[in-house]
C-alpha cells in the first residue's frame, strides 16, 4: 500500500483517485463487496490507497476512502464511514479479509 499525499477532502481524494484509474464505485454489502450488480468476495481485492477523515465539527463526516484492485486487475473506490456513521460489524468483518 502507498500512502504519498494527503487530501484536504474526501471529494478531493476520490477525484484524485480517478484520475489514477480507479473508475468503480464499490459499496459493502453482507460480507461482500459490490460494484452495480456485480458482487465480489473481499478476498478478491488489495487496498492499495487509503486515507481517513475526521469532521471538524460533526462527527457524521468521519469517513475513510479506500482505493482498491483486484488480483484481475480491476480498480475503484470503496468509502466507509467510522465512528458514530458506520456499520462498524460489516465494515470491520470485510476489512479484515482485504489486504493491506
Do not use: W
Not at 476520490?14 to 489514477?20: C, K, N, T
Not at 463487496?33 to 490507497?49: H, L, P, Q, R, Y
Not at 487509503?50 to 460533526?58: A, K, Q, V, W
Amino acid at each position: 500500500m502507498k500512502n504519498h499525499y494527503h487530501y484536504e477532502t474526501v471529494t478531493e481524494a476520490i477525484e484524485q483517485l480517478r484520475e489514477q484509474g480507479y473508475t468503480l464505485d464499490f459499496n459493502l454489502e453482507e460480507n461482500c463487496i459490490v460494484c452495480d450488480t456485480d458482487k465480489f468476495s473481499a478476498d478478491e481485492f488489495d487496498i492499495v490507497e487509503i486515507y481517513r477523515y475526521e469532521g471538524d465539527s460533526d462527527p457524521a463526516d468521519e469517513a475513510t476512502v479506500y482505493g482498491i484492485q483486484s488480483k484481475s486487475g480491476i480498480k475503484g473506490i470503496l468509502v466507509t464511514g467510522f465512528g458514530n456513521s458506520s456499520d462498524n460489524s460489516m465494515t470491520n468483518e470485510i476489512l479484515k479479509k482485504l489486504k493491506i
